[in-house]
């Protein structure tokens, strides 16, 4: 029994391992993206103040006639 438990400790340590590595990359892809992001952000918020103008510039040509 002290053997089956220390091969599954054994087991559990290295799929514990594999996590931490994995974990690892894609914290380091996430970093790599950051910029990206906000970027597309900056780009989200322009394009919101865009379509707000528009819909102001609509509704002023509409009372215009």
């Not at 799929?15 to 910029?35: A, D, F, K, S, V």
């Not at 989200?44 to 865009?50: E, F, G, M, Q």
């Not at 510039?57 to 006639?65: E, F, P, V």
């Amino acid at each position: 029994m002290n053997n089956c438990t220390m091969e599954k400790f054994q087991q559990m340590t290295q799929i514990t391992r594999e996590i931490q590595e994995e974990n690892c990359h894609l914290n380091n892809r996430y970093q790599q993206l950051i910029p990206k992001l906000e970027i597309i952000d900056k780009l989200d918020r322009k394009v919101t103040r865009l379509e707000t103008m528009a819909y102001a510039i609509d509704a002023y040509s509409k009372r215009l006639g």
